[in-house]
């Protein structure tokens, strides 16, 4: 028995030994170039097979599995880099990934970029992971701004890479994506406006934790653009943390002003504190959306205040999405659309809405969205939790209102799948959960997810919490019910 099964593991081996190399090469293109370095061990034929793959991926974590990055010594990982570098001599390179801590010196990062560059790399990630330090962008990147296809460039939550590289003459005429993370674009308002025109063919943009500078307005206007993320890390970090004492300035200081001025763009992912005004929302083609905007202290104080008169407006950036198939909403959101819209559109295409649920943020704008989504068939929630208030309408039971009210967003509400996440099978969330199988008529299927606790400290598993949900009165006689585990 024992002889077959190794006969039967080289025939294997052979198998895939026998293999064309540029279908090995493909193979070995998904492992990190660390791994697939591993593999020149295996046979004389995998010795230098892992240089010829064009996809290279260079992260000096790896090296360091046991110490902090700042007491790692680097000599093994420039030596790896350099060696690896120098093995495949002019093979041609599609993909450069570098991901570097502190340590790493700053003119041979550029060295290697440099090569990769001048091999035709067309997608290139730099991230460098160095506290407190202002990074110069590698001049290498503007001789050959014409080849890249994909760039990305970071810092994480360190550093800060200097904008300098977006108000030269460089043009990326053929870049079709575009990653920033921890980019300072500038004191200037039109740093955006800037950015964009020196990427002619920019289909998608991301940019995470930017720095505002305090600007008074903030455009992102493109025919190209089709994706388009813009993370102003509204959340900041506790005053104690590391964190908080570099970038205590990060995301606090959004612009007054916020436009888009992408009409064919079909994919939206904003969070950041609310703005002061959206001059301009143009999302025609938008199918897509995810919001996650915030209030900061003092937007919860003067909407709390009778002596400070609310000056922030969301209304256009609501109504210019109002055209969306697909929307997320955090609670966040849900509280800024009662605070600071005047309306809510009517939402004629959207037929899957995701919210996402807090115990310090109330559902009172959950009704009118409801109502104002004729044809929605699919409701997430991402967990039950929410602020109890007398302003929820139907949309919950946490407070019977006084008498009933004259629209019911529930039972006028079209949604035929209901899907709950992060789940707890409190006494709460289980009412809440029969009020829903109680008022939505339309209803075909509810899917509940157990949060991964709440069967281990409740002993309440799939079984538990299906049969206890059974015997609720049901509006829709044919609904289903499945519950299962995270």
Same mark, same amino acid.
């Given at each position: ?37 591993? $593999?020149?061990?295996?046979? *004389? ?116 890479? !200097? ?9 990326? $005429? ?12 500038? @004191? ?18 991301? %940019? ?25 890390? !509204?959340?900041?970090? =506790? ?5 908080? *004492? ?35 929302? *143009? ?15 003092? @937007? ?14 969301? $209304? ?47 559902? @009172? ?16 929630? &991402?967990?039950?939790? &929410? ?13 019977? =209102? =006084? ?29 809440? %959960? ?10 075909? @299927? ?30 829709? =006689? ?7 585990? &995270?």
């Amino acid at each position: 028995m024992n002889a077959k099964k190794r006969k039967s593991s080289e025939e294997e081996l052979d198998a895939i030994n026998n293999l064309p190399e540029d279908v090995l090469c493909h193979i070995l293109s998904f492992l990190s170039t660390k791994d697939a370095a591993l $593999t020149s061990v295996l046979s *004389k034929r995998w010795r230098d097979l892992f240089t010829l793959i064009p996809s290279l991926d260079f992260d000096d974590s790896t090296f360091m599995p046991c110490v902090s990055p700042e007491e790692c010594p680097r000599t093994t990982f420039r030596e790896f880099v350099n060696r690896v570098l120098a093995l495949q001599s002019n093979s041609p390179i599609t993909k450069f990934s570098l991901i570097c801590h502190n340590g790493v010196d700053q003119d041979l990062a550029e060295t290697w970029i440099l090569k990769a560059l001048r091999r035709g790399a067309t997608d290139l990630t730099l991230v460098v992971l160095f506290p407190s330090r202002i990074y110069s962008l590698p001049s290498s990147i503007f001789f050959y701004s014409h080849n890249l296809i994909k760039l990305k460039l970071g810092c994480g939550r360190l550093g800060i890479i !200097h904008h300098s590289l977006f108000w030269g003459d460089i043009i990326f $005429t053929n870049l079709r994506t575009l990653h920033l993370d921890s980019i300072d674009l500038g @004191q200037r308002d039109r740093s955006f406006a800037r950015l964009l025109s020196k990427c002619p063919m920019l289909e998608e943009l991301i %940019v995470n934790c930017i720095k505002w500078h305090r600007w008074s307005s903030a455009s992102v206007c493109s025919l190209t653009l089709k994706r388009l993320t813009i993370d102003g890390e !509204h959340y900041l970090p =506790p005053m104690d943390s590391h964190i908080f *004492k570099f970038h205590s300035d990060f995301g606090t200081a959004s612009p007054s002003n916020v436009s888009f001025d992408t009409p064919n763009l079909l994919y939206l992912n904003y969070s950041d504190f609310v703005a002061e005004n959206y001059p301009l929302v *143009k999302l025609d083609s938008l199918v897509e959306a995810r919001l996650d905007v915030g209030s900061n202290t003092s @937007q919860m104080h003067a909407r709390d205040s009778e002596e400070y008169e609310v000056r922030w407006d969301a $209304t256009n950036l609501i109504m210019g999405i109002q055209n969306v198939q697909t929307l997320h909403l955090t609670s966040d959101t849900i509280e800024v659309i009662e605070d600071f819209c005047k309306t809510v559109p009517v939402f004629h295409n959207l037929n899957h809405l995701s919210i996402e649920s807090d115990d310090e943020r109330g559902w @009172q704008a959950l009704p009118l969205l409801l109502i104002n989504c004729p044809n929605l068939q699919t409701l997430i929630f &991402h967990g039950l939790h &929410h602020r109890v208030t007398d302003g929820c309408g139907d949309a919950c039971d946490c407070i019977s =209102p =006084p008498s009933p009210p004259s629209s019911s967003c529930l039972s006028s509400c079209p949604v035929k799948i209901l899907k709950i996440l992060d789940f707890g099978a409190t006494c709460g969330e289980m009412s809440l %959960v029969e009020h829903f199988l109680k008022k939505l008529p339309r209803l075909e @299927q509810v899917i509940i997810v157990l949060h991964c606790d709440s069967f281990i400290e409740e002993d309440c598993g799939p079984s538990e919490v299906s049969e206890a949900l059974e015997m609720a009165p049901r509006a829709s =006689p044919n609904c289903k019910l499945k519950v299962v585990n &995270h």
